[in-house]
């Protein structure tokens, strides 16, 4: 577990980061907010979202980010087996952006992966999520062309950060 002090506004606040499991009710709080927002900004056929059962599979780890004990964030890394992984379902709740909660959690999935001795941490995200855009440049990300599965999507932006 990683604990964190943050200050806004002149107050200290307590962030842990922990490896957890997504079938928690606050974690599946975040989970479907996620998806209705990206069901709100894209089709069906632009959306590549890991259901729960994905999420608790032996190649994914899952972090979760909670400020003042209450859950407020989420993210996995799901290794592809060929020295690289993905990150997927980083979500922070509205009420706590602002916080640093998503870069935290970066900080945290790419020590992860630095530790495992991966070559490259990827993602896909969506062409109208300026701030996640912003998040994933600031970390050294870089667009890339599709990889794994994921087809040629006009909606979709793939990036990657070589280790």
Not at 40 to 55: F, G, I, K, V
Not at 59 to 73: D, K, S
Not at 82 to 101: C, H, L, N, S
Not at 144 to 150: K, V
Request: charged share 25%; with cysteine; aromatic share 10%.
């Amino acid at each position: 577990m990683i604990w964190i002090g943050l200050r806004s506004f002149g107050t200290m606040f307590l962030l842990t980061i922990a490896i957890e499991s997504p079938r928690q009710d606050g974690v599946i709080r975040l989970l479907d907010m996620s998806t209705a927002y990206a069901e709100s900004l894209y089709p069906a056929e632009s959306n590549h979202l890991l259901d729960l059962a994905s999420l608790e599979k032996p190649e994914v780890t899952f972090w979760v980010a909670r400020l003042e004990g209450e859950i407020v964030g989420c993210c996995s890394l799901v290794e592809a087996g060929d020295g690289t992984a993905e990150i997927k379902r980083m979500f922070v709740d509205p009420v706590a952006r602002g916080q640093r909660v998503a870069q935290k959690l970066m900080d945290v999935l790419e020590e992860k992966a630095s530790q495992r001795r991966l070559t490259a941490v990827r993602l896909e995200t969506g062409i109208y999520q300026p701030e996640a855009i912003a998040l994933y440049r600031k970390f050294g990300y870089v667009e890339i062309e599709p990889f794994g599965d994921y087809q040629p999507d006009p909606l979709s932006l793939f990036m990657e950060k070589a280790l």
